[in-house]
């Protein structure tokens, strides 16, 4: 039988062990800081819910359960005691008479004012700075960008993030006199309009020349319609890298106003793009401004602020 028998072969049975799965990037700390904000909020709510008197939050549930009646009659009925209308003031349950707030109670209005302002203030720096670390997260990690980051300046402003692209002797970002995008330069913009994507806030975008005058003067086409152009071909870049193009709130051309170098005007640092993402303060002064103007917010339709025509030779950057 030992000879009849015939040789078993062994079964052998690999398992292939699966790795974790790569890290999603950063999306998620702005995610994160999104929630903290909404619970920041939340608990805010209920604070001011928990210091309301008991007349405001009858006349509030008044109001929401009945809201064409109030609005009609002052209440719940034409003769309710718990009139909205009729005592007005502090206290909503009132039906005679104006009832005056305290300086104290007034104190305490503008204190808890400024306490959601601050909340909401520092809850946005948070996010903004979460943002301005991914931005680096981003040049870091790729090969192609991070020989550029001495050209990248990010820092917070009173405005929001502030992302400076500057020029550089070696490195232009622009031809000389021209609103064309230098092939790295379109990379990063492209890179940076990913991350901004995911952001909600509105942007701001700058064009920046240094001081050096074009040949036929301020007359013809100058460093404002050469900023303003330049800002405009970087707002195109960063729609083609993912931005939508309604977070665009405004697009400007600066010339030599602002220079990065002030002692030193003709520096190629002054030559630059600004990408600014906006707080909500910022927002609200740039609408606030566009109202007082009797004007909409500018456009940001795929076309130059200015037109070019038949420019002289250029000599300005």
Known sequence: MAGD??????????????????AHGGAWKIA????????????LLMWLLGSTTEGDRKGIADYFNSPLKVAMFGGSGAGDATSLIKGGGNNLSESAGQ????????????ARRKAIQAAQAAAEAARLKVVKEKVE????????????????????????????IVDDQNRP????GDAEVQGYMRDLLRAIGAVLEVVPNRLTIEG??????????????SNWELSADRANASRRELIAGG??????????GLAASMLYEKDDPMSPLNRRISIIVMNRAAEDRVFEAAQLEGES?????DESPTTKGSSPPAVGR
């Open 32 to 43: 994160y800081a999104d929630f903290v904000t909404a619970m920041m909020a939340f608990f």
């Open 173 to 176: 970002m622009f031809a000389s």
């Open 243 to 252: 931005l939508s193009g309604e977070k665009v709130l405004r697009v400007q």
């Open 137 to 164: 997260e981003v040049i870091a990690n790729d090969s192609r960008l991070a020989q550029y980051k001495t050209q990248i300046h990010l820092d917070l402003t009173a405005e929001g993030l502030r992302i400076q």
């Open 99 to 110: 009832v005056k707030k305290g300086a104290s109670e007034q104190a305490e209005v503008k």
């Open 297 to 301: 917010p500018p456009p940001t339709e």
């Open 5 to 22: 028998s015939k040789k078993v072969q062994p079964i052998i049975i690999k398992r292939i062990k699966k790795g974790g799965h790569a």
């Open 208 to 221: 920046h020349t240094d001081a050096k005058p074009f040949s036929a003067g301020e007359r013809g086409y």
